[in-house]
Every structure is written in C-alpha cells, then in structure tokens.
C-alpha cells in the first residue's frame, strides 16, 4: 500500500496548486520529459500517441475537404522573411537564426521556420499563373522554433510541433469561405473528439495574426478558469499575395493578385487537454482520442485461468476498442493508480470471482463509477461506456465553462470579476486599443475573441472607458 500512495502523493492536488498540478501531471503520466535543450521537450510515448491520434483525426478531416499535403524547407533566407512587413515585425523578436554553415559564416542569415507563410508564398508565385491553377489548399505537418523566454511543456516550447495549412484562392469570398470552413473543423473535431466546449471569435485588430486581414479563433477554458487559444484560422485577403507578387489570369486574360488564407493546430491542444478534463488523481482522456481506450487488469492472476481468460477478453474487444493488458506483477492497486494517472478511459477488472460469474467489473476513469458486465456483453457494453464517458466529458466541461462565463457592464464590474471570478468576461468594447491596452495592463486580461454566436448588445457603452460600444467581447486571463 504505501508504494500505491506514493503514485497519488506525487501529484499537488489541483486546488493547492493548479501550475504545480499541471507540472507534476505531465510528469507522472509519462507525457514529456525535460530535455538539456533550454525550453525544448522530449515527448515520451505516452503523450506522442496523443499527437499521433490529433494528427490522424484532423489530416482525414482536412483531405475530406481537398487539403493536399506538401513539405517545405525548415530554412528561411532573412530577405524573404523581410518581404511582409507587419509579418516580419511580428515574428522577429521570437525568431532564432543560422548564421553558419559548418565554419563558414553564411552570406545571408536563414530563421528557423517561427511559421511558413512567406515559403509558402514564394513558392506560389511560380507555381501560379493561371485561374485554372486555383485554388490551391495544401498544408504541411512540421515543427517552428519560436524562442519563447518562459516555457512550459505542450503550452509554450521554443520547438513544438503543429499543422500550418496555406490556400490560394481567386476570389475574396473563396477565402473567406475556406477561412471560416477550417475554423469550424477545428471547432468540431475540439468538441467531438476532445470533447472541449469552444467560443468561435474573431481577434480584435490588436490580437491578430501578424500580416492578416482578419484572424478566426477557437477559445476554450482550462479548468482555472484561465483560458487557452486552441486553434486559428487567418484570412489574408490579397496582403501577401501583393507582397509577393501571385498573379493569376483570369478567362479573360487578366491579370489578378490572388486572395490567401492560412490556419494551425500545434501541441499546445495537448496541454488544454489536460487542463480541461485532468483531476486529482491524474490525465483523464476523452475515449476518442486516447491511444489505450481500456486495460485490462487481472486480479489474482496466477491462479488458474485468470490470465487465460484476462486474454480471451483482450481479444475479443480489440476488434471493437483500443486495448492493453496489464499483466506485470505489480499490485492490483499499483495497477489501478497507474492506468488512472495515464487517463485511460475505463479499467477492466477480471479475478477468480468474476470468472466464476461470468462477469468483469467496468471502471470509469471519469466518474469511477463501477459497471457489472456479463461477460457474453463485452463486446456491445464496452464501446457504449466509452461513447457515454465521450458525451458526458463534453457536458461536464461545458457546465463548468457556462457557469465559468460573466457578464461586466462598467469598469467597476470588469476588475472585481477580474480579480475574483475566474472565467471568461464578457463585455461591451468601443473598438479602441487604447481600452485593450489598459485592461491588459491593469488587469493581465486580454480580449479573447468577439464571438460569432454570442453577439449580444449586454450595454451600449465600452466597459473600459464607457463610449458608445457596438461589440460583445470575450474577455480573460490565457495561457
Ligand atoms: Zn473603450
């Protein structure tokens, strides 16, 4: 027993301490390890299947809607990435460079990739001449250095590992349309598979993405109530295409600048994760992302039959759900904290008296609810526990984002909620950056998103300064 308390010791409990939770949880689950790479991490098994899972669930969704993969260099000459200039402002001050090529001291410097938008757009401007080229949807599945001052793991490293889609359209609406298609995809696989309830916005000019026209957000909420930018979508109208020069003919033989779109999905949605459905006693993993969706753990297993049997049921449910077996000569009890830490969604618990009845007991790592299942129902009873535990992930973490969600009409309201109410804000904005600077400065609060389905007039006035407003605001701490 005391070696079983350590596992559940070894983690500060939410409530003390929630970064430390955090820490500690990446930790003990196997997630990542610190590496002597200053702000870089190594990704143990446990977590890559979880990228692996992300990866396979978004690349089919992309292709379903014409996404085609590409690969480009992780290198970008210093002119290039020059040749946008609110692009290059934005990135500079994150971005590390080579300046060496084996002894040599390069002619030009190259970055480390901080994002491709200007390889991509140097490539297009060969690769399209004509309106029949068009569109252009490809995307690329690489890992960007942004040299990030404090860094934590899946949340800010110096290397992490994402998606970066790049279109090309001939029309403004055509790139709208693919703008608001990808942020919805994003939006729908957070909530159906990750079962993480999400606020579809746009970023205020100020939050945008360096050199776009318009940025789409998903915001989701960590369980402290701090909120984590999940996933974005930018629409570029013909910005970089003018800086770069992509110019197509149209039918008509004239020549136009073409309109672009880019949008990206990194590790950090690893952390939120984790943040959103972890507790006290570890991960908990929405079933349709985990690697391993039930263990199998046998009690008494070296009397007669038990592991024979524990393997019968492996097999037979391994058709129907990603399965495991732990088998090692741990304790039962070592076992269970174990597969609780790691987040696999249902443990299976399989003795001598079960046998004897024909049964297994069903644990649930969400709620730890016990479920008798007849031993002839494995295979229909184990896939409708997960798909119950998926569904009711999802209501459980959108109760606690409703009840996480207030309303502030003046500037009064706005600090105290600020101060003691941890959750979204939501509140009245006149427009001015001035109002956004001020709140971020006095509160650490920063504008979320406007959202798309939420925009409700709660005043008429700006909670900052209290001008006439016209735009609902999604407010909050973030990670
Ligand atoms: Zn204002």
Redesign the pocket.
């Known amino acids: 027993m005391a070696k079983e308390k350590k596992l559940v010791e070894a983690i500060t409990s939410m409530e003390e301490d929630f970064a430390q939770w955090y820490t500690d949880v990446v930790k003990k689950a196997e997630l990542v390890d610190y590496s002597s790479v200053k702000g870089c991490m190594i990704i143990k098994p446990a977590g890559y299947a979880i990228w692996e899972n992300i990866q396979k669930e978004l690349d089919k969704r992309f292709k379903e809607t014409g996404v085609e993969n590409v690969y480009m260099p992780i290198f970008i000459p210093e002119s290039l990435l020059e040749q946008e200039k609110d692009h290059v402002e934005g990135f500079a001050p994150e971005v590390a460079w080579v300046t060496h090529g084996g002894l040599n001291e390069l002619q030009e410097r190259l970055c480390v990739r901080p994002t491709s938008e200007t390889l991509f757009c140097d490539f297009y401007k060969n690769l399209i001449q004509s309106y029949r080229d068009l569109p252009k949807v490809y995307n690329q599945w690489c890992s960007v250095v942004r040299w990030e001052k404090e860094t934590r793991p899946f949340l800010r490293t110096r290397e992490f590992l994402w998606q970066e889609g790049h279109t090309v359209h001939a029309t403004a609406e055509d790139a709208e349309a693919r703008t608001v298609q990808m942020l919805n995809l994003y939006a729908n696989f957070c909530e159906e598979v990750l079962a993480i309830p999400v606020v579809r916005g746009q970023k205020t000019e100020k939050e945008k993405f360096a050199g776009a026209e318009a940025t789409y957000t998903i915001e989701a909420l960590m369980h402290d109530g701090k909120a984590l930018q999940s996933g974005t979508s930018h629409n570029f109208g013909d910005g970089f295409a003018k800086a770069f020069g992509i110019q197509y003919t149209d039918k008509d033989n004239k020549l136009h600048y073409a309109y672009q779109t880019s949008w990206g999905m990194t590790t950090r949605i690893i952390g939120a994760l984790i943040m959103v459905h972890g507790d006290d006693s570890g991960l908990v993993l929405p079933p349709r992302i985990a690697p391993v969706q039930a263990m199998v753990i046998p009690i008494q297993q070296k009397k007669d039959g038990v592991l024979d049997k524990a393997n019968e049921v492996v097999s037979r449910l391994s058709n129907v759900c990603r399965i495991k077996i732990d088998d090692s000569d741990k304790t039962p009890g070592w076992k269970f904290s174990e597969q609780e830490m790691r987040g696999i969604p249902v443990r299976i618990e399989l003795g001598p008296k079960d046998i004897e009845n024909n049964k297994c007991v069903v644990v649930r790592r969400d709620t730890r609810e016990k479920i008798e299942v007849s031993l002839d129902d494995i295979e229909t009873k184990v896939p409708e526990i997960l798909e119950a535990i998926q569904k009711d992930m999802f209501e459980r973490a959108k109760a606690h984002r409703d009840s996480h969600i207030w309303d502030a009409h003046n500037y009064e309201e706005f600090k105290d909620v600020a101060e003691n109410k941890p959750g979204f804000i939501r509140a009245m ?2 427009g ?1 950056e001035a ?1 956004e600077n001020k709140i971020k400065e006095d509160l650490s609060v920063t504008s979320r998103c406007m959202p798309f389905e939420d925009q409700e007039r709660i005043s008429e006035v ?1 909670a ?2 209290g ?1 006439p ?1 016209h735009k609902l605001v999604y407010w909050g701490k973030a990670y």
Request: glycine fraction near 0%.
């Open positions: 904005w006149c001015d109002c700006c900052c300064c001008k407003a």
